[in-house]
C-alpha cells in the first residue's frame, strides 16, 4: 500500500507561479509511473503530467510550456512547477501512483489551486 500527500496548493493571480509536492509514503519512483491530474468543477479529470521511472516526461498540450513535473527520489516526492499560470487551470490537482507491473493506482487527496483573474 502506498500513501501519497499533495501540498502546496492556494491562490495565486493570473501570470503567476505555484509549486505543488507529492510525498509517498515509501520509494516507489523505480516501479511506478508518476502523474499530476486535475479535476474543475463540472469537468471531467484530466491528465496533465507524468513522469516515468526512467525520468521521461510527458504534458497535456494544455500546459506545455508552463508547467514542469520533477521528483526527488531521496524525498520520496514529486513536484508540479506551474508557471503562467492561467484561470483556467484552476481546479483540485491530484497526486496520482500506477504501478508499471500490476497497473495499481494509488491516489492522493487532492489539492485545490484557484488562478484569479
Known amino acids: 500500500q502506498v500513501q501519497l500527500v499533495e501540498s502546496g496548493g492556494g491562490l495565486v493571480q493570473a501570470g503567476g507561479s505555484l509549486r505543488v509536492s507529492c510525498a509517498a509514503s515509501?520509494?516507489?519512483?523505480?516501479?511506478?509511473?508518476m502523474a499530476w491530474y486535475r479535476q474543475a468543477p463540472g469537468k471531467q479529470r484530466e491528465s496533465v503530467a507524468q513522469?516515468?521511472?526512467?525520468?521521461?516526461?510527458n504534458y497535456a498540450d494544455s500546459v506545455k510550456g508552463r508547467f514542469t513535473i520533477s521528483r526527488d527520489n531521496a524525498k520520496n516526492t514529486v513536484y508540479l512547477q506551474m508557471n503562467s499560470l492561467k484561470p483556467e487551470d484552476s481546479a483540485v490537482y491530484y497526486c496520482?501512483?500506477?504501478?508499471?507491473?500490476?497497473?495499481?493506482?494509488?491516489w492522493g487527496q487532492g489539492t485545490q489551486v484557484t488562478v484569479s483573474s
Open positions: 513522469i516515468t521511472p526512467g525520468g521521461t516526461t
Open positions: 515509501r520509494n516507489i519512483f523505480s516501479i511506478v509511473n
Open positions: 496520482n501512483a500506477r504501478s508499471v507491473t500490476t497497473r495499481t493506482n494509488y
